[in-house]
């Protein structure tokens, strides 16, 4: 990856987060996303961003995706643009980045925060009041989270959390 810098200094946290990640897949140029089939992740260079802040939220948001990969938590991820699991996910891989950022010590004041938020408000609105459902993302966002820290234990709440599943829609 081309670590060249526009005059921002790189962040630290944020790379040992990275380095945390053990079974990470590739990293390769391109647009941001994040290929399940060949398990890789693209990003353009860090040059291509207006600071270091939204460069390593970005590459959160994609590695939260792909801790989803059967091979690891297993989530939902192969749905298609605009569903309620694609949205879902968003939801997921996006609250997921913004635990990984604050971790990092990445500048919650900055614009990276204001971003996460309109996105994550985004993709919620169209699941109305639905407390329950946000709740069991949220439990999938923190595993996400801890995956990449490399805390890869399963939690006693697995119970808890498909009686949610079960019941969010009452």
Not at 25 to 46: A, F, T, V, W
Not at 75 to 83: A, D, E, K, P, T
Not at 131 to 147: C, E, H, N, T, Y
Request: proline share 2%; charged share 25%; with cysteine.
């Amino acid at each position: 990856m081309d670590t060249e810098t526009k005059g921002f200094d790189p962040i630290i946290g944020a790379q040992r987060v990275l380095d945390k990640y053990e079974d990470c897949p590739e990293i390769i140029l391109g647009e941001p996303s994040y290929n399940q089939e060949l398990d890789k992740i693209r990003m353009p260079s860090i040059s291509a961003f207006n600071s270091a802040d939204e460069y390593y939220s970005t590459l959160f948001h994609e590695l939260s995706h792909s801790t989803g990969h059967r091979k690891r938590l297993n989530r939902n991820i192969r749905s298609h643009y605009g569903s309620d699991s694609y949205a879902e996910e968003e939801i997921v891989a996006e609250m997921s980045a913004s635990f990984l950022s604050g971790i990092a010590g990445i500048d919650v004041y900055s614009k990276t925060i204001d971003n996460s938020a309109a996105y994550i408000q985004h993709w919620c609105s169209r699941f109305g009041e639905n407390a329950k459902l946000i709740v069991r993302l949220s439990s999938q966002a923190q595993k996400s989270a801890d995956w990449i820290l490399g805390n890869r234990q399963h939690n006693e709440d697995d119970e808890a959390s498909n009686w949610i599943r079960g019941n969010e829609n009452e």
